[in-house]
């Protein structure tokens, strides 16, 4: 905790300073006004960017936006409160300029930015956040962001204590609190409270609405939208943070997104020049552009590996009593530790990472991949493959081999299964083929079966008709309380056996206390201890049979200047106001 | 060439390509499913006559791929040793159509050298096993489903078209339903309705199933067309007047004359049934993992990366097009040949 609050207080300082030199460097018309200082390079004003979306945005509106081409576009018009600096992952002033906790860590107060403006003039104060939480914390709005804003049972209190002051009262202590206010769009009152008191807050800031309706905090406003093909962004000339030498950010006269509907068509049009910068693409992929980086003026970076983990699991729910008897054998062997222990040694790791990313990924034996430095175990063994030990444990366990080589339960049953793989993530069926192929020198038949996305997620979540499935989660944040959802034996996303009323396992039941816990401790260090015995647990139960964490893959043109990927989302676009074209 | 000429040779050259594909086990030098996992992407292996000193062999040899530590494929031999094709050799265990066991291949080298005539794929999977296997699957199914869209087609077509008046309005309105209902979503309720495990069997029987019924409206709406101009012929209301039957007339007069819509039908037919199953793989209905299938080696290609990147991942698909250039010399030749018949 003390390492932790003077850390704050240098930050703060250093903020304190950065604000005062900054005024002075300021043009006249904006004096008054909080700016915050970017660390980046200085670069050039003007210019144009043109980036990819995976699809049209389908919606504008921060409360609703569930997929990623709207949060892209969303994070270029919007501002939070503290910000997680995606280079460094810790936090940093946002347009709160300062905060402090108290004691007891239940309650947050944030000073805000003075003189900041939306990016239609309007001015911004303590009433804009009020508004802003009451609507992501009301359940007829039905916003993504509520979950993380109940803390301990009970919704985060927000009240004004005067224009620039507001304080957040948890229920309960919160480890990660002020992670918690990243990317949680602060909304203009002026324009959306109407709306928001008749009720049609849900049809808000969709595309289709007249672009005078948007205002935001962020760096861009909205120019220009053409459906089916792009949105254009121009420079929001209210914006509230400067570069070092006082210029306004950001330098970047516009940006374009345009619509390109797949990774392939994405790639090509970045190999040929059309768009700037490229993210969230295939190591294959990665070796097509590679081979023309130095003629055609782009470069590529691998940032190593990233938060995203793959992993195999097994069907762990409650069969029931009702289930047929060639079900519920399976089920016992999934339940069986040591089966789930022989599949994990059986598994060629090195080999998924050579065949399906062409080396551009790490073996894996925890949720916590060697990118999340901060929370990472070093302790977990990494036993290489093993078909011997796999033998073993399957033997111990009471499985045979018939004279085919075919292996048999104790009841003479042979192993059998089917692995649900989504079959628009070609990485993911191509790991499931690999496993098959490992499994079946065990002498067991594997069936992969690829399904569309949706209707493989309703069968893990909702009706529990599968066997086992290869899958894969990105954390949106290197905390562990982002993946309360997941670790929780009650949460919806516990992926092998979800909801369930009370802890199936007793190590479900310790993980459950662990994370608990780790959720109201402050101290980084008590946490960490924590959260490597949850990775403990993982390992050694194997709920998940974690696989490989792919690279973080982007490439910009090498015209981009003050471009630092991140292996955080959004890995290439996070510091769009510095970004500068030469 | 006359017809009849150019009818025998396509059909000795469909009959030698259907036995190399049901002999598949014998011709194809690995199992259909065995990973390298040190050669994903190797490209065609080259057969040598003259060895690293200059020598000259009258029996082809081949050299192993070298041993690296890296983590990409990159193709490269260590011409150190050369490891000489050999003829009729023992290997994986197979089964002739399903019956009879072997384990003898036509050729084959010995480890560490591997034999890729076609190169492998991503798995380190030799393509040329993969594309014979895979045939017994594709042609089969195609053959079967293109069959059955056809026979529907002739039965409601004809039908409708004899008998005109209601019967053919339900019929060409179902056919239009056929026509006009959003089968991706069918396809997935089907999916979601059926078990996730389903044996080759089965999902060959599936495959057929679905390709032949949702195909047949088209045919059976050309054939339509046919019966009704040919029921109005003079000849056939002159055998009417005779007093000949609605199935004489049917059978004697009228389907023959659709003979030729049929044949061009089948032959458009199953190469479009080959390319189905690409998108009926992606829907979790196609033949999975590690079976092969022709539709499921063409879907490889829809990857930028492989297709910019390895050349030889085309070859099944160059292997197709005289495959089915000869299918349409076939039934060209079948339907010249029942033209210059007399009646």
Same mark, same amino acid.
């Given at each position: 905790?003390?390492?932790? #609050?003077?850390?704050?207080?240098?930050?703060?300082?250093?903020?304190?300073?950065?604000?005062?030199?900054?005024?002075?460097?300021?043009?006249?018309?904006?004096?008054?006004?909080?700016?915050?200082?970017?660390?980046?390079?200085?670069?050039?004003?003007?210019?144009?960017?043109?980036?990819?979306?995976?699809?049209?945005?389908?919606?504008?509106?921060?409360?609703?936006?569930?997929? *990623?081409?709207?949060?892209?576009?969303?994070?270029?018009?919007?501002?939070?409160?503290?910000?997680?600096?995606?280079?460094?992952?810790?936090?940093?002033?946002?347009?709160?300029?300062?905060?402090?906790?108290?004691?007891?860590?239940?309650?947050?107060?944030?000073?805000?930015?003075?003189?900041?403006?939306?990016?239609?003039?309007?001015?911004?104060?303590?009433?804009?956040?009020?508004?802003?939480?009451?609507?992501?914390?009301?359940?007829?709005?039905?916003?993504?962001?509520?979950?993380?804003?109940?803390? &301990?049972?009970?919704?985060?209190?927000?009240?004004?204590?005067?224009?620039?002051?507001?304080?957040?009262?948890?229920?309960?202590?919160?480890?990660?609190? *002020?992670?918690?206010?990243?990317?949680?769009?602060?909304?203009?009152?002026?324009?959306?409270?109407?709306?928001?008191?008749?009720?049609?807050?849900?049809?808000?800031?969709?595309?289709?609405?007249?672009?005078?309706?948007?205002?935001?905090?962020?760096?861009?406003?909205?120019?220009?939208?053409?459906?089916?093909?792009?949105?254009?962004?121009?420079?929001?000339?209210?914006?509230?943070?400067?570069?070092?030498?006082?210029?306004?950010?950001?330098?970047? %006269?516009?940006?374009?997104?345009?619509?390109?509907?797949?990774?392939?068509?994405?790639?090509? #049009?970045?190999?040929?020049?059309?768009?700037?910068?490229?993210?969230?693409?295939?190591?294959?992929?990665?070796?097509?552009?590679?081979?023309?980086?130095?003629?055609?003026?782009?470069?590529?970076?691998?940032?190593?590996?990233?938060?995203?983990?793959?992993?195999?699991?097994? %069907?762990?729910?409650?069969?029931?009593?009702?289930?047929?008897?060639?079900?519920?054998?399976?089920?016992?062997?999934?339940?069986?530790?040591?089966?789930?222990?022989?599949?994990?040694?059986?598994?060629?790791?090195? &080999?998924?990472?050579?065949?399906?990313?062409?080396?551009?990924?790490?073996?894996?034996?925890?949720?916590?991949?060697?990118?999340?430095?901060?929370?990472?175990?070093?302790?977990?063994?990494?036993?290489?493959?093993?078909?011997?030990?796999?033998?073993?444990?399957?033997?111990?366990?009471?499985?045979?081999?018939?004279?085919?080589?075919?292996?048999?339960?104790?009841?003479?049953?042979?192993?059998?299964?089917?692995?649900?793989?989504?079959?628009?993530?070609?990485?993911?069926?191509?790991?499931?083929?690999?496993?098959?192929?490992?499994?079946?020198?065990?002498?067991?038949?594997?069936?992969?079966?690829?399904?569309?996305?949706?209707?493989?997620?309703?069968?893990?979540?909702?009706?529990?008709?599968?066997?086992?499935?290869?899958?894969?989660?990105?954390?949106?944040?290197?905390?562990?309380?982002?993946?309360?959802?997941?670790?929780?034996?009650?949460?919806?996303?516990?992926?092998?056996?979800?909801?369930? *009323?009370?802890?199936?396992?007793?190590?479900?039941?310790?993980?459950?206390?662990?994370?608990?816990?780790?959720?109201?401790?402050?101290?980084?260090?008590?946490?960490?201890?924590?959260?490597?015995?949850?990775?403990?647990?993982?390992?050694?139960?194997?709920?998940?049979?974690?696989?490989?964490?792919?690279?973080?893959?982007?490439?910009?043109?090498?015209?981009?200047?003050?471009?630092?990927?991140?292996?955080?989302?959004?890995?290439?676009?996070? %510091?769009?106001?510095?970004?500068?074209?030469? | 060439?006359?017809?009849?000429?150019?009818?025998?040779?396509?059909?000795?050259?469909?009959?030698?390509?259907?036995?190399?594909?049901?002999?598949?086990?014998?011709?194809?030098?690995?199992?259909?499913?065995?990973?390298?996992?040190?050669?994903?992407?190797?490209?065609?292996?080259?057969?040598?006559?003259?060895?690293?000193?200059?020598?000259?062999?009258?029996?082809?040899?081949?050299?192993?791929?070298?041993?690296?530590?890296?983590?990409?494929?990159?193709?490269?031999?260590?011409?150190?040793?050369?490891?000489?094709?050999?003829?009729?050799?023992?290997?994986?265990?197979?089964?002739?159509?399903?019956?009879?066991?072997?384990?003898?291949?036509?050729?084959?080298?010995?480890?560490?050298?591997?034999?890729?005539?076609?190169?492998?794929?991503?798995?380190?999977?030799?393509?040329?096993?993969?594309?014979?296997?895979?045939?017994?699957?594709?042609?089969?199914?195609?053959?079967?489903?293109?069959?059955?869209?056809?026979?529907?087609?002739?039965?409601?077509?004809?039908?409708?078209?004899?008998?005109?008046?209601?019967?053919?309005?339900?019929?060409?309105?179902?056919?239009?339903?056929?026509?006009?209902?959003?089968?991706?979503?069918?396809?997935?309720?089907?999916?979601?309705?059926?078990?996730?495990?389903?044996?080759?069997?089965?999902?060959?029987?599936?495959?057929?199933?679905?390709?032949?019924?949702?195909?047949?409206?088209?045919?059976?709406?050309?054939?339509?067309?046919?019966?009704?101009?040919?029921?109005?012929?003079?000849?056939?209301?002159?055998?009417?007047?005779?007093?000949?039957?609605?199935?004489?007339?049917?059978?004697?007069?009228?389907?023959?004359?659709?003979?030729?819509?049929?044949?061009?039908?089948?032959?458009?037919?199953?190469?479009?049934?080959?390319?189905?199953?690409?998108?009926?793989?992606?829907?979790?209905?196609?033949?999975?993992?590690?079976?092969?299938?022709?539709?499921?080696?063409?879907?490889?290609?829809?990857?930028?990366?492989?297709?910019?990147?390895?050349?030889?991942?085309?070859?099944?698909?160059?292997?197709?097009?005289?495959?089915?250039?000869?299918?349409?010399?076939?039934?060209?030749?079948?339907?010249?040949?029942?033209?210059?018949?007399?009646?």
């Amino acid at each position: 905790m003390g390492k932790f #609050r003077l850390w704050r207080t240098c930050l703060v300082f250093i903020v304190f300073y950065c604000a005062c030199s900054a005024a002075r460097a300021l043009p006249p018309q904006q004096s008054g006004e909080d700016r915050m200082i970017a660390g980046a390079a200085t670069g050039h004003a003007g210019g144009r960017l043109v980036v990819a979306l995976r699809s049209e945005p389908k919606t504008l509106n921060p409360a609703l936006a569930l997929d *990623e081409p709207s949060r892209d576009v969303i994070r270029c018009l919007t501002a939070d409160l503290i910000h997680i600096n995606r280079g460094s992952l810790k936090t940093e002033p946002s347009l709160a300029k300062s905060w402090n906790v108290s004691r007891d860590g239940r309650q947050y107060t944030l000073h805000l930015r003075r003189g900041v403006r939306f990016s239609d003039g309007q001015p911004f104060n303590a009433d804009d956040v009020i508004f802003s939480f009451q609507v992501y914390l009301d359940e007829k709005v039905d916003s993504s962001q509520r979950d993380l804003l109940v803390v &301990g049972g009970k919704p985060i209190t927000v009240v004004k204590l005067d224009d620039y002051i507001v304080r957040f009262e948890l229920a309960q202590p919160y480890a990660a609190a *002020e992670r918690l206010f990243d990317s949680i769009a602060i909304l203009p009152r002026h324009l959306l409270q109407s709306t928001y008191q008749a009720g049609s807050f849900s049809q808000a800031w969709s595309l289709s609405m007249p672009l005078n309706q948007f205002a935001g905090l962020g760096p861009f406003r909205l120019k220009e939208y053409v459906a089916g093909q792009r949105v254009v962004l121009e420079r929001n000339p209210y914006y509230w943070k400067a570069d070092r030498a006082g210029n306004q950010l950001p330098y970047l %006269n516009e940006v374009t997104f345009l619509f390109v509907p797949s990774e392939d068509a994405q790639v090509i #049009r970045f190999q040929s020049g059309d768009t700037d910068v490229l993210s969230r693409f295939s190591a294959e992929n990665f070796a097509v552009l590679q081979k023309q980086q130095s003629q055609k003026g782009y470069h590529l970076d691998d940032l190593g590996a990233g938060l995203e983990y793959n992993f195999l699991f097994f %069907n762990l729910n409650d069969p029931g009593a009702n289930v047929p008897p060639e079900i519920a054998k399976k089920h016992a062997w999934f339940q069986d530790l040591r089966f789930r222990q022989a599949v994990s040694a059986a598994i060629d790791r090195e &080999g998924i990472v050579r065949l399906v990313y062409s080396g551009r990924a790490t073996p894996i034996w925890d949720q916590v991949t060697p990118g999340n430095k901060l929370w990472l175990d070093e302790n977990i063994a990494h036993p290489p493959r093993s078909l011997d030990r796999a033998r073993e444990l399957l033997k111990s366990a009471g499985f045979s081999w018939k004279s085919d080589g075919s292996l048999v339960d104790p009841h003479g049953d042979h192993v059998e299964f089917s692995i649900l793989t989504s079959s628009s993530n070609a990485q993911r069926t191509k790991i499931a083929t690999i496993i098959q192929d490992d499994l079946s020198q065990l002498g067991m038949t594997v069936q992969v079966v690829p399904l569309e996305f949706r209707a493989m997620v309703e069968r893990l979540l909702n009706t529990h008709n599968y066997e086992a499935a290869v899958m894969g989660l990105v954390s949106g944040d290197a905390d562990p309380t982002s993946e309360m959802n997941v670790w929780l034996s009650n949460g919806e996303t516990h992926l092998w056996h979800p909801r369930q *009323e009370k802890p199936a396992t007793p190590w479900e039941s310790e993980m459950d206390r662990l994370m608990q816990q780790q959720l109201v401790t402050l101290d980084y260090s008590k946490r960490k201890r924590l959260y490597d015995r949850v990775q403990e647990i993982v390992a050694e139960e194997l709920p998940v049979i974690c696989l490989v964490s792919p690279n973080i893959l982007v490439g910009a043109a090498n015209r981009v200047g003050n471009f630092r990927p991140a292996i955080l989302v959004p890995y290439a676009l996070w %510091n769009i106001e510095e970004l500068y074209v030469q | 060439m006359t017809h009849r000429q150019k009818l025998a040779c396509s059909a000795a050259v469909l009959a030698a390509f259907s036995c190399v594909i049901l002999f598949a086990g014998f011709f194809a030098p690995y199992d259909f499913a065995a990973q390298d996992r040190d050669t994903p992407f190797a490209s065609p292996t080259t057969l040598h006559f003259v060895d690293a000193r200059g020598t000259l062999h009258i029996h082809p040899f081949v050299y192993a791929p070298r041993d690296s530590n890296q983590t990409t494929a990159t193709n490269e031999v260590a011409s150190e040793r050369s490891y000489p094709l050999h003829w009729f050799v023992p290997g994986t265990p197979y089964t002739i159509a399903g019956l009879i066991p072997s384990r003898t291949h036509l050729f084959g080298v010995e480890k560490p050298a591997r034999i890729f005539l076609m190169g492998s794929d991503a798995y380190g999977r030799d393509q040329f096993s993969r594309f014979l296997y895979g045939g017994q699957i594709s042609l089969l199914a195609g053959l079967i489903a293109a069959i059955l869209s056809v026979s529907i087609g002739i039965l409601a077509g004809g039908i409708a078209g004899y008998y005109g008046g209601w019967l053919d309005g339900i019929l060409m309105r179902g056919g239009e339903l056929f026509l006009a209902l959003p089968w991706l979503y069918l396809l997935f309720a089907v999916r979601a309705a059926l078990p996730l495990h389903i044996s080759q069997w089965q999902v060959f029987l599936l495959l057929i199933s679905v390709m032949g019924l949702i195909g047949w409206a088209r045919p059976a709406r050309l054939i339509r067309g046919v019966v009704l101009s040919a029921k109005e012929r003079n000849f056939v209301l002159a055998a009417r007047g005779f007093g000949a039957s609605d199935a004489y007339l049917l059978r004697r007069h009228v389907l023959p004359q659709t003979y030729a819509v049929l044949l061009t039908q089948i032959t458009l037919l199953v190469p479009q049934y080959v390319l189905a199953e690409v998108t009926l793989t992606f829907l979790g209905l196609g033949v999975g993992e590690p079976m092969p299938s022709w539709g499921a080696l063409l879907s490889s290609l829809q990857q930028y990366s492989v297709l910019s990147s390895y050349w030889w991942m085309f070859l099944p698909a160059l292997l197709l097009i005289p495959l089915f250039v000869v299918f349409y010399a076939a039934a060209d030749a079948l339907q010249e040949l029942h033209k210059s018949v007399p009646l």
